[in-house]
């Protein structure tokens, strides 16, 4: 999980490993490793799911996770745009660090209802360019299956 604070990193997770959500923000100590089993057209899979600590100054650990990883989510917050100006710097630290992994796009927080200027153009042109974006609420479970099974169908692709 990548993406800067509170984007709802840690939020995702236990809403997909554990099927919750709770309004309190936790701020994540180093990193924590979840697990989930699924299925993808009968194959079976074991995701285990790194949750690091988003915070800036901590990136460069970060990176030390991602070198293991066999793919990633980019989490941005619909309301902040500067939580997209930080995935596009994330992914180019991964691209630069790793080389190019299976990744995802995760927009999170759409039951909020503000969100940034020309956020559909922009997701049009990231989905136009390629990226697969999923559009998720960890609060009300919307889209959160469907961005890990999106990453897990990558990783048997
Ligand atoms: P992290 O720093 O990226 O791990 O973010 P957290 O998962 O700790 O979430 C930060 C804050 O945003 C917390 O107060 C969460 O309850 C809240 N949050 C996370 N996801 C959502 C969401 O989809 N909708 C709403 N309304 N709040 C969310
Ligand atoms: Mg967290």
């Not at 299925?39 to 970060?62: C, K, P, T, Y």
Request: proline share 3%; glycine share 8%.
């Amino acid at each position: 999980m990548l993406g800067t604070f509170a984007v709802g990193k840690t939020s995702l997770v236990r809403r997909f490993v554990k099927g919750i959500f709770s309004d309190k923000y936790l701020t994540t100590m180093g990193a924590k490793v979840d697990k989930k089993s699924l299925a993808i057209d009968d194959v079976r899979m074991d995701l285990l799911v790194w949750d690091l600590n988003g915070e800036d100054r901590f990136q460069s650990l970060s990176m030390e996770y991602v070198r293991g990883s066999a793919g990633y989510f980019l989490v941005v917050d619909q309301t902040r745009p500067a939580t997209l100006e930080a995935a596009h710097a994330l992914r180019q630290k991964v691209e630069q660090t790793v080389g190019p992994l299976p990744f995802i796009l995760i927009v999170n927080k759409i039951d909020l209802p503000g969100h940034w200027d020309r956020r559909q153009e922009d997701l049009d042109a990231l989905r136009a360019s390629g990226w697969i974006c999923v559009e998720t609420s960890a609060k009300t479970g919307t889209g959160v299956d469907e961005a890990f099974i999106a990453l897990a169908r990558r990783l048997v692709e």
